[in-house]
Every structure is written in C-alpha cells, then in structure tokens.
C-alpha cells in the first residue's frame, strides 16, 4: 500500500514538472539578453498542496510569472484568494494574472481584481497587455458576458485592434 501511495505522489509531481514544463518559455530580447515567463492554471484549491507544489517549482524560476485562469477554484471568493495569497502571493509583484471563470463566480470577478489590483488591468475589463523584452504579450477576457462580448464590435475587440 506505501509503495502505491509514494507512486501516486511522484506521479503528482511529474504531472505538475510536466505542466510547468510546457508552460515555461525562454523570451529573447532584441538585445543579447533573455526573459524568462513561467506559469500555470487552475492554480489554488484552498484544501490541497498543489498550488504549494507548483509554487516551490516557481521558487526556482527567476523572470516573470503568468497565470493562465481559474487562479482558486470552487467560487472565486475573496477567501480562496487568501489560499492563493499563502502559495503564489510571494510572487505578486511579477505576475501577470489571466482570468477564468472560476475567478468570475463572484460579482464580475470581484474578488480576482481586488486581489490582483491594477496587475489585472482595469477593473471589470481584465483584458490588458505587457512587454517583455521585445515581445508584446496581450491578456484577452473569456468572460465574454462579464465584459460586454468579445465579438465584433465589442469592446476589447476594439481594444485589442488598438493595442496591436
């Protein structure tokens, strides 16, 4: 039985190695200089140690940090994002947060903008772009209803035309 057990927690933490893995990327710059970005989604359940798994890998990664959606599960609220806080908030200051729709169970995503701040882009829009180095990276909605559509004529698709 212990040995079953010490197999489905290497099997876990290959999982999440292979998870960040393909989400770690090497930025060049137009100089000789290189960025690194790193980052994952569906990050934090408040009664399990992945979100602290997959922290102790970011520990080690210098560079920026992106997230790719549903940053705590279950509801989005304000006290998931205290679970959140204990395992990725030590890399607040360079994460670039994406939002999912677990982040907007909550009144528009409430919690997930009062958490992230102005890292999220404008409250209740959560679509935004930054550089690195010499790439543009853009951070689009899924939320589509949240945000007033993402279609034609919508406005981050206006947005969006505007930032290219």
Not at 30 to 48: E, K, L, T
Not at 77 to 98: K, Q, V
């Amino acid at each position: 039985m212990k040995r079953g057990i010490k197999l489905s927690v290497l099997l876990l933490v290959l999982t999440f190695l292979i998870l960040i893995g393909m989400f770690f990327f090497l930025v060049h710059g137009s100089s000789d200089r290189s960025y690194i970005i790193a980052g994952a989604g569906d990050i934090v359940y408040c009664n399990d140690s992945n979100g602290a798994l997959t922290a102790a890998l970011l520990e080690g990664i210098p560079g920026e940090v992106f997230t790719l959606g549903d940053n705590v599960q279950a509801r989005g609220e304000a006290s998931e994002y205290d679970c959140y806080n204990i395992t990725w908030g030590r890399f607040l200051s360079r994460t670039h947060p994406t939002a999912g729709n677990h982040d907007y169970m909550t009144a528009n995503g409430s919690a997930y903008f009062a958490y992230f701040g102005s890292r999220a882009g404008e409250f209740g829009k959560g679509y935004y772009s930054y550089d690195v180095g010499s790439w543009h990276i853009i951070v689009l909605n899924s939320n589509c209803e949240a945000i007033g559509g993402c279609g034609e004529g919508s406005p981050q698709l206006l947005w969006l035309l505007e930032d290219l």
